[in-house]
């Protein structure tokens, strides 16, 4: 770490450092450090394990200059982001480091997410006078991707009461939003088409949480299965001398349907 802190540091060097490193803030290096997440993730889900070594490098280099910054402004130093993640881990984890003991995961689960929320009410030190209890919804980072976004705030919603017991009203919920966004198409409403669209993407993330699935996730792998099967489809044409192009849709979905024959064929192989 100390190799990599000093290297951190003769790049921002203002009098021999790189450029452009010395230009960055915290804010410039928002884009940066969610690409970075992402091609850790994509890395994983390729299974490419030697590529993973690099993008997690890649990652801790944004953690190490996001603390490089702050130690020019005196507001922090790497050793204390260390030292914070250290202790609430430690704090979170009683279960492991202070003799207590969970049942089973819901258990472990429950008692984590009360340490957060007296955590969060500890930062707005809500036993003041003048000041306002924290939101149960506080936290939830808004540059969250929307789908991760939206289920973290109705798991946090559902922790007070404020959720349907069971699956059935979501369903109803759910074509109620097909209704009205059927009736803001018929009345040609672009806003209101807009609006509706959101609240229906909300009810199926509603709905996805009901059943134990996680939402992002959910689509990251129908992208990656849309993204398979349509490479099929160019593959079949370009075997074939053809191009997308030149096909009709009937041509179109009779690939489609043999891209998703082959691929559950591949599947029970496996």
């Not at 996001?66 to 993640?85: G, R």
């Amino acid at each position: 770490m100390k190799k990599l802190l000093d290297v951190m540091a003769a790049l921002r060097d203002p009098q021999s450092g790189c450029p452009w490193d010395i230009k960055q803030s915290f804010a410039s290096l928002i884009p940066y450090t969610l690409e970075e997440a992402y091609e850790v993730a994509d890395a994983i889900e390729q299974g490419d394990l030697q590529g993973l070594k690099s993008e997690l490098g890649d990652l801790l280099f944004q953690v190490v200059f996001y603390a490089q910054i702050a130690s020019e402004q005196s507001l922090f130093e790497f050793a204390d982001v260390v030292d914070a993640i250290s202790e609430k881990l430690v704090r979170r984890h009683p279960h492991v480091f202070a003799g207590q003991s969970c049942s089973d995961e819901a258990e472990l689960h429950e008692a984590w997410e009360q340490h957060k929320a007296k955590e969060r009410d500890a930062l707005t030190e809500t036993g003041q006078a003048g000041t306002q209890p924290a939101s149960v919804l506080a936290g939830v980072a808004s540059a969250l991707p929307a789908l991760k976004r939206a289920q973290k705030l109705q798991k946090r919603a559902a922790r007070s009461g404020f959720d349907w017991p069971e699956v059935g009203p979501v369903l109803d919920k759910l074509q109620e939003e097909i209704d009205e966004v059927r009736e803001a198409m018929q009345q040609q409403n672009q806003a209101a088409m807009f609006e509706e669209i959101g609240d229906l993407l909300f009810s199926v993330v509603n709905l996805a949480r009901h059943l134990g699935v996680d939402a992002e996730e959910a689509l990251r792998a129908g992208n990656h299965k849309f993204t398979s099967r349509f490479s099929h489809i160019e593959q079949a044409l370009q075997q074939a001398g053809q191009s997308l192009e030149q096909q009709d849709l009937q041509t179109l979905e009779a690939l489609w349907q043999g891209a998703k024959r082959q691929q559950k064929a591949d599947a029970k192989q496996s």
